[in-house]
């Protein structure tokens, strides 16, 4: 097991994550220090997939990038509270004290080259802190990977932050388009995953394609908060757990709810959430067509077909780009849609291997940390190097806007 650096310089284990690959790494003009000012410590999939998992690869490239976490694990246990008074209470001290601990690390951190805020420094508070940084000569980059400016207060805040960052970093298309109306040197890094880490199973047998009892195991991976989206797959579900007694299995924080399905828990582990996606045989990525859900970046649709495994999506946002229809997975408009894809996955295992083989190519080519691990310490040189009047936004290819 190897040990990655966390904030503070601790060490943070990560569950057989192996060092990057030594090709591909820009050349190094000199050493430029990073002081990111996360969501989350690694617990939080945004922070995780967005930074955590870039540190080696950082380190490499001779980027020494130091991590600072507004929230930490408490603060899932804490959203875990039944009692909405108690959850409410536990989170109000709770991040209140983390505020004063931002503060103080904001007090420490030095005279870094590269200031990157994942979204916010003080998340429903006006930009002061953020100006002053600027004010006081440090160059700030804006990272974010969901459409914050829609949610309350962000309207006027995100455009204000965006005007005076030095870049901005985002995930995908959608947000780049937001975040050009106020920002010039805009960058897209897709959310990507591990290829080396999230793999298919060693041998692809019978019982790997088929499940080992025989019976198909269809999968949902995410936040609790989450759960609404499953709504849309209802009908969907019970038609094929009458039809094809296929199982389905939500890993998450707790167990969840669905009318009339049959639901198999798994609790979200870090060191078992590989083996808990290489068990199934069909992963789902259910989404709302709404402006929110135009923003998200599609981390569990290529998690399942990292693994392996084909998926079937909603036609939202990068969905659309992820997935070739028919070639490496499914894309759904309808109940009838979502049913139809599911029982012609379900009775074909030639068509889940093929389509399962199609999508870890997809991710391998295309979504895999180790291609933008030295793409996005390429980025930071770039901005660590170059005087904040310059457009740095082009140095990283921006996105993909087609299929390759």
């Known amino acids: 097991m190897d040990l990655l650096p966390a904030a503070g310089g601790a060490l943070l284990p990560c569950c057989g994550i192996k060092r990057p690959r030594r090709s591909n790494y820009p050349m190094v003009e000199k050493a430029v220090r990073v002081v990111y000012f996360s969501k989350s410590s690694e617990e939080g999939p945004s922070s995780r997939y967005r930074i955590y998992q870039f540190l080696p690869y950082l380190e490499r490239a001779g980027i020494q990038c130091s991590i600072r976490p507004l929230v930490g694990p408490t603060y899932f246990t804490l959203l875990e509270i039944k009692s909405a008074a108690l959850r409410t209470l536990g989170k109000t001290l709770y991040v209140g004290a983390r505020f004063l601990k931002r503060i103080w690390d904001l007090v420490r951190m030095g005279r870094p080259d590269v200031v990157v805020v994942e979204d916010q420094l003080f998340p429903y508070c006006p930009p002061w802190v953020e100006r002053l940084l600027v004010l006081s000569g440090k160059k700030l980059v804006l990272e974010f990977d969901d459409a914050i400016y829609l949610t309350r207060f962000h309207g006027r805040k995100m455009p204000a932050l965006l005007k005076i960052s030095a870049a901005v970093i985002v995930g995908n298309a959608t947000l780049s388009e937001y975040a050009r109306r106020n920002a010039s040197a805009v960058t897209v890094i897709p959310t990507v995953v591990d290829t080396e880490r999230f793999i298919p199973q060693a041998r692809i047998t019978r019982g790997a394609i088929e499940g080992s009892d025989g019976q198909i195991t269809i999968v949902w991976i995410g936040l609790a908060y989450n759960f609404s989206y499953l709504e849309i797959l209802s009908p969907a579900l019970r038609l094929v757990q009458k039809e094809m007694g296929a199982r389905f299995r939500v890993i998450s924080s707790r167990p969840a709810v669905l009318a ?22 069909i992963g789902v990525m259910p989404l709302p067509d709404s402006e929110w859900a135009r923003g998200k970046c599609g981390l569990k649709l290529l998690q399942y077909m990292a693994v392996g495994i084909p998926a079937i999506a909603s036609a939202v946002g990068v969905n659309q780009e992820i997935i070739k229809p028919g070639e490496n997975g499914f894309l759904a408009t309808s109940s009838d849609e979502w049913s139809s894809h599911l029982l012609s996955l379900c009775r074909d295992v030639g068509l889940r291997r093929r389509m399962g083989g199609a999508a ?18 390429g980025q930071y040189q770039a ?22």
Do not use: K
């Open 260 to 281: 009339g399905v049959e639901v198999e828990f798994r609790p979200w582990d870090l060191c078992n959430e590989v083996r808990d996606l290489q068990e199934c045989q």
């Open 360 to 377: 870890r190519r997809t991710v391998e080519e295309r979504y895999s940390l180790h291609i933008w691990g030295p793409r996005l310490a």
């Open 383 to 404: 901005i660590g190097n170059q005087s904040r009047s310059m457009n740095v936004g082009g140095s990283v290819p921006q996105t993909f806007s087609e299929h390759s």
